[in-house]
């Protein structure tokens, strides 16, 4: 590599920590990043020390003399591409910023391939939390959510090796792979005293981003709109849903952003400037040196329906900024649990030559001015899920049997009485009337009348789940949504 061109992409990388502006922005979902259109470098000193600055020629000198040293005298022969991409990182990763991260060019184009109309995978956004691979939000309906993984799993195991040391996008390719193939993740789940195991099959999962229907209750009509995630045309989509509800006379409008990890800033702008009233803030963008701007809504009138937004601890980034405009700008309902808490905005790089930097540029703010990292937004209404929606996949290395007391064991209970077969007690110990549900379920499913649990009425149990989830007379959040949409 020529000195000269090393030199050059060590300032440029530098820069864009230290003052670089830029024509576009995203916050960054899985398979949602966009590169920069252009980009005005202004500050050509780099902060190292509290008051302390090197100027740019002194940082390309010292590194220069680092590269060249470990490059000449090195005990092992050394590749300088590999040389330069290890100080990219390891200046990304002193940061101590989860979002902000390298893409070597095989990393980068397996990404931006992910932006087309599909991609095949497992279906969550995760980003690098304390140096472990962790689950953001599972897409709704995905191999990821069926198996059962959850926001803030843990993955700590890809097919039985430990990722230990590996990057986001490496653990991330590892994950990927061709439909009907299973990738093994082993998962630390908060609260949860062991390891467990997940076996997730890969689908193609649809860059779908709207999904609606016209509810009709009491004879009244609530639309409800549910953003999956905050893409190209999502604003597009959810305004022609939103006009063709309106004309049909809805009552109210229900927006879900459950499990959405978020997206583009300027859709979730676009959406925002249809429904928060004129002249409010729908989000602040503050960056490092506190300087702030509001973007505020140019509505051309304000709703006269009541809006309730349903919300989860897989709320992430655009939808927390839009959960949050309707809420605090808006004075809607916002119901559901406390949402993940990604309040910064990134924006993806073009190196050059072919690979990417995605780099922490702002904090966002709410309408309202709240810094929500690691906060999250809270709901108006809270109210929780049936405790069936939560339970942790059973993993049956050996069968349940009456007298064993486990959390496995805790985890059946609680799914055999969220369908509707009542084990007595919920507390890990499998006693007769445990093994008396286990009985009944296995007769209406046709499976072995055995009282215990094997593989295959482990399997069962958890389709039933599944299928129960998905029956929106037990959705708790959605029926209070609509409920306080009748009540008005």
Sequence with gaps: MNRNTLAFLLCVALLFGAGGTFAAMNIFGFGTNKPVAEQTLENRDVEVEAGEQLSMDEVVEKFTKAFQVISDGYVEETEESKLLEGAIQGMLETLGDPYSVYMDQQTAKQFMDALDSHFEGIGAEVSMTNGVVTIVAPFRNSPAEKAGLRPNDQIIMIDGEDIEGLSLYEAVLKIRGEKGTVVNLTIERPGTANPLEFAV????????????????????????????????????????????????????????????????????????????????????????????????????????????????????????????????????????????????????????????????????????????????????????????????????????????????????????????????????????????????????????????????????????????????????????????????
Excluded at 277 to 289: A, T, Y
Excluded at 317 to 333: Q, R
Excluded at 424 to 437: C, I, L, M, P, S
Excluded at 460 to 486: C, G, M, P, S, Y
């Design 201 to 488: 099959t890969r689908d193609t999962i649809p860059i779908e981003t709207i999904r609606s229907e016209l509810i009709e209750q009491n004879g009244k009509k609530v639309g409800y709109i549910e953003i999956l995630s905050f893409s190209e045309g999502t604003a597009r989509n959810f305004e022609e849903k939103l006009i063709e509800f309106e004309k049909e006379g809805m009552d109210g409008l229900i927006i879900d952003v459950r499990g959405n990890p978020g997206g583009l800033l300027h859709s979730v702008q676009q959406i925002g400037h249809l429904l928060v009233p004129n002249g409010k803030p729908i989000v602040q963008i503050e960056d490092r040196h506190g300087n702030r701007d509001r973007y505020l809504s140019s509505a051309k009138e304000e709703k006269d329906y009541p809006i309730v937004t349903l919300i989860n601890n897989g709320s992430a980034s655009a939808s927390e900024i839009l959960a949050a405009a309707l809420k605090e700008a808006g004075g809607h309902d916002v119901v559901g649990e406390t949402t993940f808490g990604k309040g910064s905005v990134q924006q993806t790089i073009d190196m050059g030559d072919g690979s990417e930097i995605k780099l922490t540029l702002y904090k966002w703010l709410t309408a309202g001015g709240n810094y929500i990292n690691e906060v999250g937004v809270d709901p108006t209404v809270e109210i929780k899920q049936p405790d069936f929606f939560y339970v942790s996949p059973l993993n049956v290395d050996e069968e349940l049997t009456f007298d064993m007391n486990n959390e496995q064991v805790k985890n059946a209970q609680i799914m055999l009485r969220g369908i509707g077969f009542e084990p007595g007690r919920v507390d890990g110990y499998f006693g007769e009337q445990t093994k008396n549900a286990v009985m009944a379920f296995q007769r209406k499913n046709d499976l072995s009348v055995t009282g215990d649990i094997d593989k295959k009425t482990a399997e069962a149990l958890q389709e039933n789940v599944v299928q129960e989830i998905r029956n929106k007379d037990n959705d708790r959040q959605l029926n209070t949504a609509i409920e306080l949409i009748l009540q008005r």
